[in-house]
């Protein structure tokens, strides 16, 4: 079993910038990648970043630019910095972990962009 659970959501003008983190219950390395999803209400889950066990990075083009997403020396973190934000950003944001094709999910973290 694997357990995700995010933090560093909260409250931020635009402009501002905040920090996720990702925190795994197992070594990263055993995911083919780890991800960043958003959800706003009344929309779909959407892909914002996502890095491969290569340390290859794919970026939504709504945020290339803005965000960067790594991970942690400690092999256990997947970390979202998000830098000039714009009140569309706002949403619940999710980290996800694919392995041999199963998806794993965390409970999110809200992040709200006040203009």
């Known amino acids: 079993q694997v357990q995700l659970v995010e933090s560093g959501g909260g409250l931020v003008q635009a402009g501002g910038s905040l920090r996720l983190s990702c925190a795994a219950s197992?070594?990263?390395?055993?995911?083919?990648?780890m991800g960043w999803y958003r959800q706003a209400p009344g929309k779909q889950r959407e892909l914002v970043a996502t890095?491969?066990?290569?340390?290859?990075?794919n970026y939504a083009d709504f945020v290339k630019g803005r965000f960067t997403i790594s991970k942690g020396n400690a092999n256990r973190m997947v970390y979202l910095q998000m830098n000039s934000l714009k009140p569309e950003d706002t949403a619940v944001y999710y980290c996800?972990?694919?392995?041999?094709?199963?998806?794993?999910w965390g409970q999110g973290t809200q992040v709200t962009v006040s203009s």
């Open positions: 996800n972990a694919l392995r041999q094709w199963y998806n794993y």
């Open positions: 197992r070594t990263i390395s055993i995911f083919d990648s």
């Open positions: 890095i491969t066990s290569g340390d290859s990075t």
